[in-house]
């Protein structure tokens, strides 16, 4: 073996030490002992010619033999993950095999050795029958690996043996070799870049857990059915308080009755707006640090805000006091609202005596709005500062402040150096931090929320294509893809968030399970795999979540009803920038376009 073929060998085994140690990917490290276990079997067989201590039966030789099996074989355990059973099965075989290639310390004989060799192929393709769930191409890679290694290792001990040598010429093990080292180093390298590639499709904005989507999914019904049967009894109270306004002839409680009345309108808004954010807290994905933001006018917000409130403080003897301004800012009026309602209530809530003071000041070419009253503070023994809006509320003002880009504060005031009371303060950003932000590209590195739906033939794609709700969605492309095309390009473009497969064919059920499942078993950050399957022959059809996939069933005939679980699933999203693709015949010819135009416009 020469200078460089050495060097050439200790830098391969050096590069392939770094992913088998500091790799966390389980698949990854195996193909890295695969290459540390050629690699091993490199210094043998390129350098028994030339180095005496790599001749055959020396200790060198027998331990570089054993390392090589044992990292070789590694690389085929563990393979098929969660079953114990399997994963243990594996190792008797396993441990065969590296018993066998420790024997080689107590033989010189070249044929024995060989035979050895045999038991080491038969070992490592015991351990592949552990391989039952994974896609095909993974055992045809392991059967190609195994036999491969174990061939090269019998003829290289067969062409060194005075036995065989004349048989089995040497420049022969050598090119096999060289074909083994380089597919295998190859393998672990593609991988590892595919892994990468099919990693940013899932980050995490985008990762879908389909737990959460069921606890989603169901949560959803019950909410509508919640909120459709709240709205009577809100709508009776605001009726009676109306007629019981209407009727009474005592100023005292006409006022009581407006108070409700004011009450009840407010709580409708209320319950409303949390069904509204309860609604969009499940769409997927979203964006929880990005509001709009538009011209609004303060008095808008505060003027209804402190009629609201006005009652309250009557009914505690407070005065509220507030004068109107025509300022206008930048910023989003529902969370600002919200803010303000948490400081406003809070004053009014804790404040005995005295009254409230709601104001608007300019600072440094910033607006603060102030909301002063006279209660007890924030930082005494009658009112702990998580009482005054600082738990659970604060946690809420502080979130709703960082997306508007506003500053609060609640912090104590002092007359004459006693307390008087607290001030809650709300200083909104100037314009031109908001077109700072506007103008700051957001870090998103998938723009669009994709999925990638296919069918069994032609035809169905074509129905999918016409009837599948996509709004809750940027971008979809219609495919012919099977599950290993539809691997291929996320290799070449990314991971979808969504994949949808659907067989029109009662028939189709059964190899559209494999299809999804095989697309799960490739992509080590599994997506969400969604089965859509042609239920007429099923009695009281179902919608599954499983491990594997969501499978929704399809009723002819009632194919729309059946079709808008995809629409609670995944929502319309207000900021979809919608772009979809026409239906391409992917394991056939990927640009060719299947009608002349998307039927999505039908």
């Known amino acids: 073996m020469t200078d460089s073929s050495l060097s050439g060998l200790a830098v391969l085994l050096g590069i392939a030490l770094y992913p088998f140690f500091a790799n966390h990917l389980p698949n990854q490290r195996q193909n890295a002992a695969a290459v540390i276990g050629v690699v091993l079997l490199g210094f ?21 033999q054993a390392a090589s099996f044992l990292f070789f074989g590694s690389a085929f355990l563990g393979r098929r993950r969660g079953v114990v059973a399997a994963e243990r099965s594996a190792l008797v075989p396993f441990s065969i095999g590296c018993i066998t290639a420790i024997a080689d310390m107590f033989t010189t004989s070249g044929l024995v050795y060989p ?15 552990t391989y039952s769930n994974l896609p095909k191409v ?29 048989l089995i010429d040497f420049s022969i093990v050598k090119i096999l070799f060289y074909v083994l080292l380089g597919t295998c180093v190859f393998h672990m390298v593609f991988q590892d870049f595919s892994r990468t590639r099919t990693k940013k499709g899932l980050d995490r904005q985008t990762k879908i857990d389909q737990d959460i989507m069921k606890f989603a999914f169901r949560g ?11 709205r009577q009894p809100l709508s009776t109270l605001g009726i009676l308080a109306s ?14 009755y407006q108070h409700i009345q004011t009450a009840q309108k407010a709580l409708k808004n209320m319950l409303e707006d949390f069904f509204d954010q309860l609604g969009n807290a499940i769409k997927y994905p979203q964006d929880d640090n990005a509001v709009p933001m538009t011209p609004i006018a303060i008095h808008d917000i505060l003027g209804p805000l402190i009629e609201e409130y006005r009652m309250l403080a009557d009914v505690k003897e407070l005065q ?133 739906v296919m069918a069994m033939n032609h035809d169905h794609l074509l129905e999918i294509q ?40 009662p028939a189709q059920k059964t190899h559209a399970i494999e299809q999804l499942k095989l697309l799960g078993s490739l992509l080590d950050f599994e997506p969400c795999c969604i089965l859509i399957y042609n ?38 999203r207000e900021k979809a920038s919608t772009v979809f693709n026409v239906p391409t015949e992917g394991s056939q010819n990927e640009g060719k376009i299947l009608g002349n135009k998307s039927l999505l416009t039908h």
């Open 320 to 452: 509220i006091r507030y004068v109107p301004s025509e300022i206008n800012v930048m910023s989003n009026k529902d969370a600002l609202a919200k803010i303000i309602r948490n400081g406003l209530d809070n004053a009014i809530k804790y404040t005995n005596k005295g009254g409230v003071v709601v104001g608007l000041r300019r600072r440094k070419g910033r607006v603060c709005i102030q909301i002063v009253d006279t209660g007890s503070g924030v930082e005494n023994n009658k009112v702990a500062a998580h009482n005054k809006g600082w738990g659970h509320g604060s946690n809420i003002v502080r979130d709703l402040s960082e997306q508007i880009l506003a500053k609060t504060e609640c912090r104590n005031r002092y007359y004459n150096g006693k307390l008087a009371g607290s001030v809650f303060e709300v200083i909104l950003p100037e314009e031109a931090e908001i077109s700072h932000r506007n103008k700051r590209p957001a870090y998103n590195p998938q723009t669009a929320f994709e999925a990638q």
């Open 535 to 572: 239920a007429s022959l099923e009695n009281n059809p179902q919608v599954e979540f499983g491990r594997e996939m969501i499978r929704i069933p399809l009723i002819p005939g009632q194919a729309e009803i059946g079709l808008g679980v995809i629409s609670e699933l995944f929502p319309a």
């Open 44 to 64: 043998v067989i390129l350098g028994h010619d030339t180095h005496q201590a790599l001749q055959h039966g020396t200790p060198v030789h027998a331990a570089l």
């Open 243 to 256: 007629v019981g306004k209407a009727i009474s002839k005592d100023p005292e409680v006409t006022a009581r």
């Open 220 to 230: 959803r019904r019950v909410l509508k059915d919640f909120r459709h049967d709240l």
């Open 115 to 129: 035979a050895f060799i045999g038991v080491q192929a038969v070992c490592l393709l015991a351990i592949t029958k």
């Open 466 to 505: 016409r009837r599948l709700p996509i709004q809750g969605f940027d971008k979809v492309e219609f495919s012919l893809n099977g599950a290993y095309r539809a691997y291929l390009t996320a290799l070449r473009k990314g991971m979808s968030p969504v994949y949808i497969l659907y067989a029109g064919d």
């Open 138 to 166: 993974t055992l045809i890679k392991a059967v190609y690996f195994s036999l491969l290694y174990c061939i090269i290792n019998g003829l290289f001990h067969a062409s060194t043996s005075t036995e065989l040598a004349l």
